[in-house]
């Protein structure tokens, strides 16, 4: 409590200090600006995956509130902008409050007392951000602790699982951008565990880009470099590469549709357990996707055809613990098979969406999944999905520039 207590106190003193000082300061001979950003989220994903093993059924029904106050410093002269930001990220899961000991067969955490809205702070972001256009290039670049939205490149699910992208809201590193008229680059570095006893060292290299090469049609390429290091009870590394270049093509303006879009892409992992393996494995597969919307209304399909992406999955480290999502931060269906089962397999997935256009800066989705394995159902999810992201009004105004 004490701790929560500090953070919460060293927020409130920051944002005062920079409210009360934003009017007068000047520097270069331009005004300091009063910035702000305050984005909401919620989410509901019912899942109901009893007929498989890759991943338990459950829901997640939760929301999450991250305001930020800062300062904008302009550099007119060199068509430049400086930013510092603070903020708080709130999360709460719905339902997730104490029970009683007696319930809960005595002191856990269900029955801890943190759980009545008093442990809702997750976490503090700060950081610097850096602004500049000259001519038709554009360049944005993060330092600190900022959201996971800043990085706007395309990734697949094999990458980065939907309850990751909610739970995991912010990066710790550095992220930069880079825009194009017709084209869009980004790397950043996210790192995610600074070496202990029990706590691993880990960190990820991370880019994105895609380049408008035809009126119809992007090429473009995703990959992450992952670093899952050992600790101190218990010794290790693996490495994990993952690269994705893809080709995509959109008829959806020729067909009087909002989207008719076909993306195919191939997926090649190399990953190295150092010391319970000794060698690298390559997994690998195609990965084909199929999207048509007309009226807010779509469906979308994913096809993969390849190996198990995720080998190591069960596998045990040197403590005796899994590796499971903390080596593989992809959807767990990317496994293929949940029988032991070896070589190659089909994964599908089908979603049918709508997705209304009510407001600039106000996203609403709701959709149901359906999840197949060699023609086999694995499972189905619901989902219901509000963000109101006052950070995407930002990023407009700065490429309209």
Not at 65 to 73: F, Y
Not at 269 to 279: I, K, L
């Amino acid at each position: 409590m004490m701790k929560l207590f500090c953070l919460r106190s060293i927020a409130i003193l920051a944002i005062f200090f920079l409210t009360c000082h934003l009017s007068t300061a000047q520097t270069d001979g331009d005004k300091v600006r009063f910035a702000y950003d305050v984005d909401f989220e919620m989410n509901f994903d019912n899942r109901e995956f009893d007929r498989s093993r890759f991943s338990k059924a459950m829901t997640i029904f939760g929301a999450r509130l991250t305001p930020s106050v800062g300062i904008t410093v302009p550099q007119s002269e060199k068509n430049m902008n400086h930013r510092l930001m603070v903020g708080l990220d709130v999360m709460k899961d719905f339902g997730a409050s104490p029970v009683s000991e007696d319930l809960a067969g005595g002191a856990s955490d269900e029955a801890s007392p943190a759980l009545n809205n008093r442990n809702l702070l997750r976490e503090i972001t700060l950081y610097y951000m850096l602004e500049k256009k000259s001519a038709k290039t554009g360049l944005h670049m993060y330092a600190g602790i900022f959201p996971r939205t800043a990085s706007e490149g395309s990734y697949s699910e094999a990458f980065f699982s939907d309850s990751l992208r909610f739970y995991d809201n912010n990066l710790e590193g550095l992220l930069l951008k880079i825009y194009r008229p017709k084209a869009y680059w980004e790397v950043g570095c996210d790192w995610m565990g600074k070496p202990g006893y029990a706590r691993k060292e880990k960190f990820m290299i991370f880019s994105s880009g895609v380049s408008h090469v035809a009126p119809f049609m992007d090429m473009g390429y995703a990959a992450y470099m992952y670093h899952f290091a050992g600790s101190g009870k218990a010794r290790g590394v693996v490495d994990n590469v993952l690269l994705n270049p893809y080709v995509k093509f959109d008829f959806g303006s020729r067909m009087n549709m909002q989207e008719f879009s076909m993306r195919f892409g191939w997926l090649q992992a190399m990953q190295h357990d150092r010391v319970f393996v000794g060698h690298y494995v390559f997994p690998c597969g195609g990965e084909f996707d199929l999207e048509m919307r007309k009226w807010n209304v779509g469906i979308r399909n994913k096809l993969f055809y390849g190996t198990d992406m995720m080998p190591y999955y069960n596998s045990l480290d040197a403590g005796g613990d899994k590796y499971g999502n903390r080596l593989y931060m992809g959807d767990p269906f990317f496994r293929i098979h949940d029988d032991g089962t070896a070589g190659p397999g089909m994964y599908d997935r089908f979603e049918v969406f709508y997705e209304p256009h009510v407001g600039k800066y106000l996203s609403i989705r709701i959709s149901a999944r359906f999840h197949f394995h060699d023609f086999r159902y694995s499972g189905c999810q619901q989902m219901v999905g509000i963000i109101f992201n006052l950070h995407e009004m930002e990023i407009s105004r700065l490429r309209s520039k």
